[in-house]
């Protein structure tokens, strides 16, 4: 078994985290260092899949319900980014998925 995530972690209770919307397998917290108006994170509950291409493999109906989650709790039009790999600014290898809205503008990051 690997050591609790930070994640897991806060699903349990044992650190402060404000938890924003929950189903069965997945839950959504603020994230701790907002970078848009709107900054949460979508996390399924289980730390079993490191990043999204392992949880697209192994269970794309759990993927698919974070990307229900997300469109809850973003209250409108919102970017959904997974950083995956440390050399793209993934830092917690339980997969979660940055929802952001809220003022962003109609300018893609793509080229912004
Ligand atoms: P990553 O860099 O792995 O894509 O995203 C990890 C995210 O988790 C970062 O945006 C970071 O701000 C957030 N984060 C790290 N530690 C905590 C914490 O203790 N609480 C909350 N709410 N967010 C955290």
């Known amino acids: ?19 924003v919307a929950e189903t069965e397998r997945v839950f959504a917290i603020k994230d701790i260092s907002p970078q848009a108006p709107v900054h949460l994170l979508v996390i399924p509950k289980t730390q079993e899949y490191r990043d999204v291409t392992e949880l697209a493999a192994g269970d794309p109906s759990l993927l698919a319900e974070m990307v229900e989650v997300a469109k809850g709790v973003a209250g409108g039009d919102f970017r959904l980014l997974f950083n995956t790999g440390a050399s793209a600014g993934q830092t917690v290898f339980h997969v979660h998925a940055h929802v952001l809205a809220g003022g962003l503008g109609e300018k893609s990051l793509v080229g912004a």
């Open 1 to 19: 078994m690997s050591e609790p995530s930070i994640f897991t972690r806060i699903l349990r209770g044992d650190i402060p985290g404000e938890i």
